[in-house]
């Protein structure tokens, strides 16, 4: 994919996201992803508190939860809209990154939550993007990723790029960038697996 390309599909991604902020709010605010927060924070070893970063933050629902736990959680979002409702929401540091254009300081995280995040960097861009992410990480620190499930297809849906990932694709991806699988499970939790949308997984730094 070409430079200029990836480019578009960032800022058409980005510009849907802004436009719909307030209503995205209203509408996942209070998401239950409890479950999500927690097998990463089983998989970080030591007492904590840790150091946490909340990739693709949004207007800042986990970045407040985490912080009710003690921890010191860093949000990062590309979209401009969603760093400013979460600064006020969380009163947490949040960075304003692309994903396609990350510049994190190395070794400088326990943790990397990225709950419905991932999903939207090109499968082009993402063995780079990943090993950027393992960078970032202190040794055997861990990532939480959730995707949509699918058959590794990618492409629009209206305005919002995506790709959706069969859990063997994935661990190829994710392994090759220097990770070993700790944990995967599908959510939401107690449905029939053709109900369950989301493949989630957990990762620690080789």
Known sequence: MRDHDVSGITARTLAHYGQHAASFWEGTRDHDVSQNRAALLAAL???????????????????????????????LDGCARFVEMARQHAGCEV???????????????????????LF?????ELPRVLRELHAALRPRGALFSSNPRGDDREGWSGDRYGCAWSLERWREHVT??????????????????????WLATVWRKR
Do not use: K, M, W
Not at 103 to 111: I, Q, S, T, V, Y
Not at 179 to 193: D, K, S
């Open 120 to 124: 939207h960097v090109p499968s082009g």
């Open 95 to 117: 960075l304003h990154q692309d994903f396609l254009r990350l510049d994190l300081e190395a070794g400088r995280f326990d943790g990397i939550f990225a709950n419905a995040s």
């Open 176 to 197: 090759a960038a220097g990770f070993e699988e700790v944990a995967h499970y599908y959510r939401p939790a107690g449905l029939p697996r053709a109900q369950q949308r």
């Open 45 to 75: 070893e030591g007492p904590g508190p840790f150091t946490i970063l909340d990739l693709g933050c949004g207007p800042g629902r986990d970045l407040a939860a985490f912080r009710a736990e003690g921890h010191t959680p860093i949000g």
